[in-house]
């Protein structure tokens, strides 16, 4: 069992099932049973996915002083995710809602409200008690990037839709990764050549380039080589929000156990294709056994 630490957004999410996009205008649609409030945001999804892998995961998060703060706080403990690194001190805690349809496309809309203007003090984080820090890219992450690597403890991060190397906001992530995650939504040019030029600027061990229904690449510098699996297939799915992170966090998992970066990604594909036959960017997580059990009988 591994100890790792993630740093990232946790929000209440609503998720609304709609007929299709472009989206109708009427003034009311009964909707029973497609609308579903619940607990979740990056961090949030990724400690909880981590914990149901069987890792120890603590979690670093800013919440509101407000009822969804308690009920996320609440939410958290359950799940047996530390939360000594929880500070209420947002005016409200964040919010989303996703509107996905039947062939699993969504759009969504975040409310960060205060939580972008505000530091975290990570400087009674005794990070050196870690196997690894998943640094999701929000701004009060950052200080854990340098800290994380000063003590030379692993550090992941997934800088999710991106379309230039040298994107101000995300670069700082990009440097201090030795795991990065991004996705090929807002690439322009060839995949293999995106990655390639990553790779020269910064010096990340593995990139992985997530490709939604096409699978994903892998790069792996100590190897030189690039990887390419197939999206895995299990069951239909429903709503592929929180599929990154799903990815993201079953290879953090995997890669912390030892295993190959390729048998890494073989796990994570797994992973987040049975992620997405659940709605809900936190539901759908499987344990390690049942990924094994996949494996074997696909």
Not at 104 to 120: M, V
Not at 230 to 242: D, E, F, R, Y
């Amino acid at each position: 069992m591994s100890k790792i630490l993630v740093s990232g957004l946790v929000n209440f999410e609503t998720t609304c099932a709609v007929r299709g996009f472009p989206i109708e205008y009427s003034p009311i649609d009964y909707n029973f049973f497609g609308v579903k409030t619940d607990v979740s945001g990056v961090g949030f999804n990724v400690a909880k996915a981590l914990a149901v892998l069987g890792n120890s995961a603590d979690i670093a998060t800013m919440l509101g002083r407000d009822t969804a703060g308690d009920i996320a706080a609440d939410r958290l403990a359950s799940l047996g995710i530390g939360s000594t690194h929880i500070a209420r001190c947002l005016q409200e805690t964040p919010a989303s809602t996703v509107l996905y349809d039947k062939s699993a496309r969504r759009k969504i809309y975040c409310d960060l409200k205060d939580i972008q203007e505000l530091s975290y003090n990570f400087d009674c984080v005794d990070v050196s008690q870690y196997d690894a820090v998943a640094a999701c890219n929000i701004n009060f992450s950052r200080p854990l990037l340098h800290k994380a690597k000063a003590e030379g403890v692993l550090v992941a991060t997934d800088v999710h839709t991106l379309s230039d190397i040298n994107d101000g906001y995300n670069r700082e992530f990009m440097e201090c990764a030795d795991l990065l995650f991004l996705s090929d939504e807002a690439i322009a040019c060839e995949p293999e050549d995106f990655i390639r030029e990553i790779a020269r600027k910064y010096c990340n061990k593995v990139i992985v380039l997530g490709r939604g229904g096409n699978g994903a690449l892998m790069y792996v510098r100590d190897d030189d080589k690039f990887y390419s699996q197939s999206a895995a297939k299990v069951g239909t799915p429903i709503n592929t929000v929180g599929a990154g992170d799903a990815l993201f966090s079953c290879f953090v998992s995997m890669w912390c156990e030892g295993l190959p970066p390729v048998e890494c990604l073989r796990r994570a594909q797994i992973f987040a294709a049975a992620k997405i036959t659940c709605n809900g960017a936190a539901n759908g997580f499987i344990t390690r056994e049942e990924i094994e059990k996949l494996i074997l009988n696909p």
